[in-house]
């Protein structure tokens, strides 16, 4: 039905859950900082290693990787709880990169986007979140 690649990060929580939903796609990187990733559900998809060179910590430390995946996307959706301070790094970041992006907010609806046809596309495919 659909032919795009899917990055995710391996974070527990949202990239856990969205490993779990896509874990019998094939088209799926998983990007990960640190020495393997932290979740990781086929060991068939692609896994990107995101290097630390300058030897960061803490949220700069995972910010490496949230940096890589917004560079490499195409078209960024996701999914943010109001308080994740990764969404939100992630949503300006694509801002920045002039990306598509579409953002839900957790238990609720669309709350931004840059594209109209993409939020109609996930609206067809999650008439709930209309």
Not at 17 to 36: A, D, I, P, R
Not at 78 to 105: H, P, Q, R, Y
Request: proline share 2%; aromatic share 10%; with cysteine.
């Amino acid at each position: 039905m659909y032919n795009h690649d899917i990055l995710i990060g391996d974070c527990r929580g949202v990239d856990a859950l969205v490993q779990e939903y896509t874990k019998h796609y094939e088209k799926v990187t998983v990007f990960f900082v640190g020495n393997s990733p932290r979740n990781f559900k086929n060991s068939q998809w692609k896994i990107k290693h995101v290097t630390n060179p300058l030897k960061k910590t803490g949220r700069d430390f995972y910010s490496l990787k949230d940096n890589s995946m917004s560079i490499d996307c195409d078209i960024a959706v996701m999914i943010w709880n109001g308080a994740s301070i990764g969404t939100f790094n992630n949503i300006k970041n694509c801002e920045t990169l002039n990306k598509d992006i579409l953002v839900f907010k957790r238990g609720t609806k669309i709350i931004k986007t840059t594209n109209n046809d993409l939020q109609n596309v996930f609206l067809k495919l999650f008439p709930d979140l209309n």
